[in-house]
């Protein structure tokens, strides 16, 4: 009876409880690695090859701490990026709202999970072995089952809530904040053409993944952190299983090269169409500088205050001149503000015709470049400083 009460209250170890506390943090953070290194940058975007040992690990390892099944989390990721922030996309806070996706992001999982249709379509190339078809795959929840029975046998009664940490901890941080506040609040280095953001600058709690918006642009790269001053945890295990040689980086972002006094050529051509959603930030900058520059020539011409207060107010519709789902109102605003402020709706144009450039997929090589050169001409004699400089530095864009 004794052993039996002892066992229940200190299990096999007899841990303190900084030593549960570190044995949590340890196990937990090893999911998060199984996710973000194998099945997300390595099963779902092919940034990387894993050696088949540690793809092994991470497989087994996921089965103990999620029951998820690699098919499953890899065809709901990718058809999330086909879809993302619209109807069909499996986890939107765009479409559910940002409520039902952080608190019911997994209850959203599952429900996608049984839709034979998206892991036929999405989910090719992922493993198909015996283990995968007979274990993993069929026996999800003894995986979980497993793995509270050995907290327990190691922590004895406590070990239980170890379990019950382990089993919430992808759900609230993959599930509810990575799909739900990584589409909702941050900051966006990338005008890419969804909602995503990057939740914080260091990415180590959830092992890279808060850089949700560098990944939405370059979303096969096998490295989440793009700016010097953000810091991808994933990526250093990633560079350390390379070294070890059991991992080969197949693809990362490329990185912006200028090459001034160049002309627009194709060369410029192909580098402006892979940095689009660099270049496009930056225009989105562009235009949040005009706009205060326009409201300081209002206020220093002594105009109304209405006016520049009205200016002030719309400045935010400039982004979204091109977002159909604006209101009438919103709409009517919009155009308002545009008919007042000349060099805005120059901007707002040039902006839509920049775009239109990479959106025509059926044009020639030719007429594109002869497109871009027309715009940056355009550009360079609109009179409109900013917009000046903005076409100087597109022309150095380099491959």
């Known amino acids: 009876m004794d052993f039996v009460l002892s066992f229940l209250s200190d299990g096999l170890l007899g841990a303190s409880w900084w030593q549960i506390v570190a044995f949590t943090l340890v196990v937990t953070h090893i999911t998060i690695l199984g996710v973000t290194i194998y099945l997300h940058r390595s099963q779902a975007h092919r940034g990387l090859d894993l050696h088949p040992a540690i793809a092994h690990f991470f497989r087994f390892w996921l089965w103990l ?5 690699t098919k499953e989390w890899v065809a709901i990721h990718r058809k999330h990026h086909a879809r993302c922030e619209r109807e069909g996309d499996p986890h939107s806070p765009m479409v559910y709202g940002i409520g039902k996706v952080f608190f019911q992001g997994a209850e959203l999982y599952r429900d996608e999970a049984t839709n034979r249709e998206t892991l036929e379509k999405f989910g090719h190339g992922t ?3 015996w283990v995968e078809r007979n274990i993993y795959s ?11 029975v050995i907290d327990v046998a190691l922590f004895g009664a406590i070990g239980l809530t170890v379990w019950a940490v382990q089993m919430i901890w992808i759900p609230f941080w993959a599930a509810g904040v990575v799909n739900g506040i990584g589409h909702f609040w941050g900051y966006r280095n990338y005008a890419s053409p969804d909602a995503s953001r990057n939740v914080f600058p260091w990415g180590i709690v959830i092992g890279g993944e808060e850089l949700h918006n560098n990944h939405h642009a370059y979303a096969s790269s096998a490295r989440f952190s793009t700016k010097w001053y953000e810091f991808d945890i ?16 197949k693809k990362v972002a490329p990185k912006v090269r200028l090459a001034h006094g160049k002309p627009v050529d194709l060369e410029t051509l192909q580098a402006v169409i892979t940095h689009r959603y660099e270049i496009m930030a930056r225009y989105a900058d ?7 520059d326009e409201i300081a020539r209002l206020k220093a011409a002594k105009e109304s205050h209405l006016q520049w207060k009205l200016l002030r107010r719309s400045k935010a519709l400039l982004h979204r001149a091109d ?6 109102s919103h709409r ?3 155009n308002t503000l545009l008919a007042d402020h000349r060099s805005l709706a120059i901007l707002v144009e040039m902006r839509r015709e920049l775009a239109a450039i990479w959106e025509r997929s059926s044009a020639s090589s030719e007429q594109l470049l002869r497109d871009l050169q027309d715009w940056c001409n355009r550009a360079q004699q609109s009179g409109i400083a900013r917009l000046e400089e903005f076409s100087a530095r597109l022309r150095s864009y380099a491959t």
Request: with cysteine; glycine share 12%.
């Open 127 to 129: 493993p198909n072995d």
């Open 332 to 334: 009517s605003a919009l």
């Open 138 to 148: 069929r026996f999800g929840w003894q995986g979980v089952g497993l793995m509270m």
């Open 234 to 249: 994933g990526w250093g295990y990633i560079r350390a299983l390379e070294i070890l040689r059991l991992a080969k980086v």
């Open 286 to 292: 562009l235009l949040k500088h005009a706009c205060r």
């Open 65 to 69: 701490t999620t029951g998820m099944v």
């Open 323 to 328: 977002d159909e789902s604006l209101t009438d």
